[in-house]
């Protein structure tokens, strides 16, 4: 195969792992090119500073009411994609990889004949009815990406492949280890205004679970350690207003595409990482972007204890995961601040230690790309 046609259906600029495998592809020297429903214009910026064309297939959203508009979307998706596939030339020499699978599961009998990969960003034992979808999808796929050891050995033992999925975490690519970096776009100017004179524990990402995020606001509050707390993405269920109100040193700051909210990550302390895994696979072997985003910028973490999150920071005493608790956290909030410059230490070796470009390079070995 000569050719890899990158493809994600919705929003390429929230997905850094699939943005992380577009950009080492091309560096890598394989001929790569993206198509995608949704993207952020400035992750495109950085597509057109690395040669990396792409195709807009224009997803449409918000045309009819409820289900009736996903089954759309995908139906409108799937179509965009199969009268391109149809219009390339001597499609044997060209690898179809589906970044999410939300991007495959609508081309689902619509792949016979082609050459394609998965990237599975989830496990999907909260939503059986995708889980079957992408189980059919699985078995002519020429390989299979997922982002943790113990997801790879459940995607093995639930959809009966032959060959175990290869593991590439989820680590930014591309990644400039500076501190207290200088903003590059607006967003993150006006971000970095709010922080850059304070001491603070970061929180990145979607807030949710208020019963975890309350024991954690407490902890700092009551730490005795002057810490403020940011926490920058999203609020669908608007509970940062709840989170302030125990301490008054919260800030919200709203998503910031990446990699550009790293610029923020970088003027934190300390990083805080939390899964609810009751009743969820996917969330107890978790695979979260920040633990590597928090480590390559020597930033100690706080997890609480999940698998996915003690076989990792835990393990290589990148930061200290504890039970959600109030005194727990307490104490793993004084045990970082005490012995700082170990933790930090630590969290840049395990980040060093993770090599993808080789993983890729052994990929594209393996199934004959190039």
Request: proline letters at 4%; aromatic letters at 12%; one cysteine or more.
């Amino acid at each position: 195969m000569k050719k890899v046609i990158y493809i994600v259906k919705s929003e390429l600029h929230i997905y850094p792992p699939c943005i992380a495998q577009i950009r080492i592809l091309k560096k890598c020297g394989v001929d790569v090119e993206v198509w995608y429903g949704s993207c952020d214009k400035q992750l495109l910026t950085i597509f057109d500073s690395e040669n990396v064309p792409y195709v807009d297939l224009r997803e449409q959203r918000g045309k009819l009411p409820g289900k009736l508009d996903k089954l759309n979307n995908w139906q409108q998706f799937a179509f965009s994609v199969k009268k391109r596939m149809k219009n390339l030339r001597d499609v044997s020499k060209i690898l179809f990889w589906f970044g999410t699978a939300e991007t495959a599961m609508p081309m689902i009998g619509m792949l016979k004949g082609y050459n394609y990969a998965l990237t599975s960003l989830e496990l999907l034992d909260d939503n059986k009815f995708k889980n079957k979808l992408f189980c059919k999808l699985t078995g002519d796929a020429k390989f299979i990406v997922c982002c943790e050891t113990s997801r790879a050995y459940i995607m093995r033992n639930w959809y009966g492949l032959k060959k175990l999925p290869y593991v590439m975490p989820n680590k930014p690519y591309d990644f400039h280890d500076e501190r207290r970096k200088t903003p590059s776009i607006e967003a993150t100017q006006k971000a970095i205004e709010l922080v850059q004179d304070k001491k603070f524990i970061i929180y990145q990402g979607i807030l949710k679970s208020l019963d975890y995020m309350l024991e954690m606001v407490r902890a700092i509050r009551d730490s005795g350690t002057g810490y403020y707390f940011v926490l920058m993405g999203l609020d669908p269920e608007n509970i940062f207003e709840d989170i302030q109100k125990e301490y008054e040193r919260c800030i919200f700051i709203k998503n910031i595409p990446a990699p550009y909210h790293l610029e923020v990550t970088s003027y934190a302390s300390i990083g805080f990482v939390f899964y609810d895994d009751r009743n969820s696979l996917n969330r107890a072997f978790c695979a979260p972007n920040k633990i590597y985003e928090y480590s390559g910028l020597r930033i100690p973490a706080i997890g609480n204890e999940v698998p996915g999150l003690i076989n990792t920071i835990g393990a290589a005493k990148a930061g200290v995961c504890v039970p959600m608790k109030r005194g727990d956290l307490i104490h793993a909030i004084r045990d970082i601040e005490d012995h700082y410059d170990l933790y930090a230490q630590n969290a840049y070796d395990f980040y060093q230690g993770t090599d993808n470009v080789a993983l890729m390079k052994q990929i594209i070995v393996e199934n004959g790309i190039q």
